[in-house]
């Protein structure tokens, strides 16, 4: 961390054992994720009307490039919060994983999911195991009876809707992932 990490204590008496338990979590994300920028953790004691024991919440703010990230368990979520040390554990781990997921995305490994196409079939060929669909706009794409995803080559009529996602490769636009059903996208007739 850039920052020195910061422990603010409200309405709750500070610990030496709870800050070095907040200290070695708050040093495992650094380790985690080596360009957090600040970390703040707020600890207090939660103002409901409970009917057993207090309830801790922790919050946590950290810094890290173009991003804030917050994180909070509202104890009256979870009973066990009662114990400072298990809201502690479950406030890092949910830091842990939005960590992950941002770290994720700063990468880039965010899947990007293809666009689905619309068509009908327009021309068959069963003994060579493949035939064309006809686009919205009227292009043709080349589709291989492995593509179809819920549906026997063999049933298939001219005419039929379908969707898919579209290939480009160097032959041309091919069809992969095909499926029949209703698509609910209007069809030029």
Not at 2 to 29: G, M
Not at 74 to 97: G, L, N
Not at 105 to 116: F, L, S
């Amino acid at each position: 961390m850039q920052i020195p990490l910061q422990i603010t204590w409200r309405d709750v008496p500070k610990s030496e054992a709870l800050e070095a338990d907040i200290r070695q979590k708050a040093e495992k994300l650094d380790r985690f994720y080596s360009h957090i920028m600040s970390c703040r953790v707020l600890v207090e004691r939660s103002h409901g009307r409970h009917r057993k024991g207090n309830l801790y919440r922790i919050r946590l703010d950290i810094t890290v490039p173009d991003k804030e990230i917050v994180v909070t368990r509202d104890p009256a979520e979870h009973q066990a919060h009662e114990d400072m040390y298990v809201s502690i554990r479950d406030t890092f781990d949910a830091a842990r994983r939005q960590l992950q997921d941002y770290a994720r995305i700063r990468r880039g490994d965010v899947k990007h999911h293809d666009e689905p196409h619309t068509a009908r079939v327009a021309r068959l060929f069963p003994d060579e195991d493949y035939g064309f669909l006809e686009t919205l706009d009227g292009g043709e794409v080349y589709f291989h009876r492995n593509a179809l995803a819920n549906a026997d080559f063999d049933s298939l009529e001219i005419g039929t809707e379908v969707q898919f996602i579209e290939e480009h490769l160097d032959e041309g636009p091919q069809a992969k992932r095909v499926s029949i059903g209703k698509h609910h996208v209007p069809l030029n007739s």
